[in-house]
């Protein structure tokens, strides 16, 4: 199964700073990335698909990018409602692997 | 809108069997493969397992193969999710969604598994 790993598996911030969260995958998966939030008691929420494909309705602060192996989500401008779990997730090979998230908080 | 809708999780001793359910409406189900991705508190989320849209073709994690079944009806638009031969390792909150596997844009709410004696 190819690993992903994230870091930080923190990150503190403040209302306004510009983040970045790095995924990491143990072998080529090419742009076959997700990024999801996830808040307390909720389900994942996607935001970015293909690696850098911005959801429908999810807000233009939030942006991915890479390809390959090496992947990074960046907020340009956190807002309140920001403040959540992170996950990568692979789906160029099966099993789809997550990474082990990253936790933003104040 | 597409929803998705657990149930069956509870508690269930080790060695047990528990069998979950995930109703989906606003789509039309049987032409979606569907799978079920668990979340526990130190392993973060893992895909457990996947069917084809007419539930021919299941396939499964290597951590539940031969004790976890998938299955459906299409007829009810109903997902299944069998779990035998339970561990504490099982322990999790069991999510349906959309799709075998690729960006999962929709997903239940979740069923809470708890393995315990």
């Known amino acids: 199964d190819i690993q992903m790993t994230q870091s930080p598996s923190t990150l503190s911030a403040s209302v306004g700073d510009r983040v970045t969260i790095t995924c990491r995958a143990s072998?080529?998966?090419?742009?076959?990335l997700a990024w999801y939030q996830q808040k307390p008691g909720r389900a994942p929420k996607l935001l970015i698909s293909?690696?850098?494909n911005l959801e429908s309705g999810v807000p233009s602060r939030f942006s991915g990018s890479g390809s390959g192996t090496e992947f990074t989500l960046s907020i340009s401008s956190l807002q309140p409602d920001d403040f959540a779990s992170y996950y990568c997730?692979?789906?160029?090979?099966?099993?789809?692997?997550f990474g082990q998230g990253t936790k933003l908080e104040i | 809108e597409v929803q998705l809708l657990e149930s069956g999780g509870g508690l269930v001793q080790p060695g047990g069997s528990l069998r979950l359910s995930c109703t989906a409406s606003?789509?039309?189900?049987?032409?979606?493969?569907m799978a079920w991705v668990r979340q526990a508190p130190v392993k973060g989320l893992e895909w457990v397992a996947g069917?084809?849209?007419?539930?021919?073709?299941?396939h499964y994690a290597d951590s539940v193969k031969g004790r976890f079944i998938i299955s459906r009806d299409n007829s009810k638009n109903t997902l299944y999710l069998e779990l035998n031969r339970v561990t504490a390792e099982d322990t999790a909150l069991y999510y349906c969604?959309?799709?075998?596997?690729?960006?999962?844009?929709?997903w239940g709410q979740g069923a809470l598994v708890t393995v315990s004696s």
């Open positions: 969604s959309r799709s075998f596997t690729g960006p999962r844009r929709f």
């Open positions: 606003g789509f039309a189900f049987s032409t979606y493969a």
């Open positions: 069917t084809s849209a007419g539930g021919g073709s299941s």
């Open positions: 072998q080529y998966i090419s742009d076959s």
């Open positions: 293909r690696a850098s």
């Open positions: 997730q692979q789906f160029n090979s099966d099993p789809e692997t």
